[in-house]
């Protein structure tokens, strides 16, 4: 009969023990999940958008003769301004992304790339023609390095795109050289 009575009221103090803890955990049910995650759908939490959109469609650069002045940059110009900044800054420019440049260690000197005086004269195929096969295939310096066979054909196309938008004075794209007066021609 003794037994009996203390092992009910082991039992009790058990249970009671059971209930305590239950009822403490209801409140942090572990200690692992934070209690105000829930799984369910909620409110999507806001994030600022602070991210930097861009002046042109696809980047800008400033006109190097006056910083003030943002060009916008199109998809090809862009990837252009990449082609240059990795090439060919070290001789065309006169400050780097990594400080001083080269330009004046250089003979002779290489024009500054947006040149317009210079550069607004030549044609697309010159200057196609300058860079993939070097300033010694035009009869130029042979300082002037031959990218043909670094430099894809439409990353060539994209960097004359590049050195048409920075020129000072602007570029102007000469008019079309396919002959249509035959349009006009009376029949
Ligand atoms: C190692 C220095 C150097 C690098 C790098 C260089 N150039 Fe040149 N570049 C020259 C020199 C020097 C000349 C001038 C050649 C002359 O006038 O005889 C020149 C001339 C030119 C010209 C012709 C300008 C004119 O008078 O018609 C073009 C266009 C040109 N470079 C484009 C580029 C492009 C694009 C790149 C990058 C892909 C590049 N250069 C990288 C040194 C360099």
Same mark, same amino acid.
């Given at each position: 009969?003794?037994?009996?009575? &203390?092992?009910?009221?082991?039992?009790?103090?058990?249970?009671?023990?059971?209930?305590?803890?239950?009822?403490?955990?209801?409140?942090?049910?572990?200690?692992?999940?934070?209690?105000?995650?829930?799984?369910?759908?909620?409110?999507?939490?806001?994030?600022?958008?602070?991210?930097?959109?861009?002046?042109?469609?696809?980047?800008?650069?400033?006109?190097?003769?006056?910083?003030?002045?943002?060009?916008?940059?199109?998809?090809?110009?862009?990837?252009?301004?990449?082609?240059?900044?990795?090439?060919?800054?070290?001789?065309?420019?006169?400050?780097?992304?990594?400080?001083?440049?080269?330009?004046?260690?250089?003979?002779?000197d290489p024009p500054l790339m947006n040149?317009?005086? &210079?550069?607004?004269?030549?044609?697309?195929?010159?200057?196609?023609?300058?860079?993939?096969?070097?300033?010694?295939?035009?009869?130029?310096?042979?300082?002037?390095?031959?990218?043909?066979?670094?430099?894809?054909q439409d990353e060539i196309d994209d960097?004359?795109?590049?050195?048409?938008?920075?020129?000072?004075?602007?570029?102007?794209?000469?008019?079309?050289?396919?002959?249509?007066t035959w349009r006009n021609k009376p029949?």
């Amino acid at each position: 009969m003794k037994i009996v009575g &203390i092992y009910l009221s082991v039992l009790v103090v058990c249970l009671c023990l059971v209930a305590a803890a239950g009822r403490s955990m209801k409140a942090k049910p572990c200690w692992c999940w934070p209690g105000a995650q829930h799984m369910v759908a909620g409110p999507k939490p806001q994030i600022e958008r602070n991210e930097y959109v861009s002046y042109g469609s696809f980047g800008s650069e400033p006109d190097w003769n006056n910083p003030a002045r943002m060009l916008p940059l199109d998809y090809e110009q862009e990837q252009g301004k990449r082609v240059f900044y990795q090439h060919c800054v070290w001789c065309h420019a006169d400050t780097t992304p990594a400080g001083p440049s080269n330009r004046s260690n250089v003979t002779p000197d290489p024009p500054l790339m947006n040149d317009g005086a &210079i550069l607004n004269v030549e044609s697309d195929a010159k200057l196609e023609k300058i860079i993939a096969l070097g300033g010694s295939a035009v009869g130029k310096s042979a300082m002037m390095p031959p990218y043909g066979s670094m430099l894809r054909q439409d990353e060539i196309d994209d960097v004359i795109s590049y050195i048409r938008v920075v020129a000072v004075p602007e570029y102007h794209k000469p008019p079309s050289r396919v002959n249509t007066t035959w349009r006009n021609k009376p029949r």
